[in-house]
């Protein structure tokens, strides 16, 4: 089970912090993403974790405004979003994988997502 929080409505150049809490897994061994669906267009990646947290990996749009991490202990990711824009808006997902992959089509397993709103 995936369970996304923190999301909201926010101004442009404001900040949130989502939170995934991950259960029915071993955490520790799965990379973790996060991906973004606006309405009308595709879910895309926006950023990705190693399961040690020594790797991250970001979509070139969210670079230097993002920060992805992890807590093992917690079986939880963040998403730590700084400078927000409106073309950030949409229903954002953590998915696990044992490796991680640019595309969602390789992704199995999703939450329910929470709502990031951004105005400008």
């Known amino acids: 089970q995936l369970q996304a929080s923190g999301g909201g409505l926010v101004q442009a150049g404001g900040s949130l912090r989502l939170s995934c809490a991950a259960s029915?897994?071993?955490?520790?061994?799965?990379?973790m993403a996060w991906f973004r669906q606006a309405p009308g267009k595709e879910r895309e990646f926006v950023a990705g974790?190693?399961?040690?947290?020594?790797?991250?990996y970001y979509t070139d749009s969210v670079k230097g405004r993002f920060t992805i991490s992890r807590d093992n202990a917690k079986n939880t990711v963040y998403l730590q979003m700084n400078s927000l824009k409106p073309e950030d808006t949409a229903v954002y997902y953590c998915?696990?994988?044992?490796?991680?992959?640019?595309?969602?089509?390789?992704?199995?397993?999703w939450g329910q997502g929470t709502q990031v709103t951004v105005s400008s």
């Open positions: 974790i190693s399961w040690s947290g020594g790797s991250t």
């Open positions: 029915g897994l071993t955490f520790s061994s799965y990379v």
């Open positions: 998915s696990p994988r044992r490796a991680v992959s640019y595309s969602r089509y390789d992704y199995v397993y």
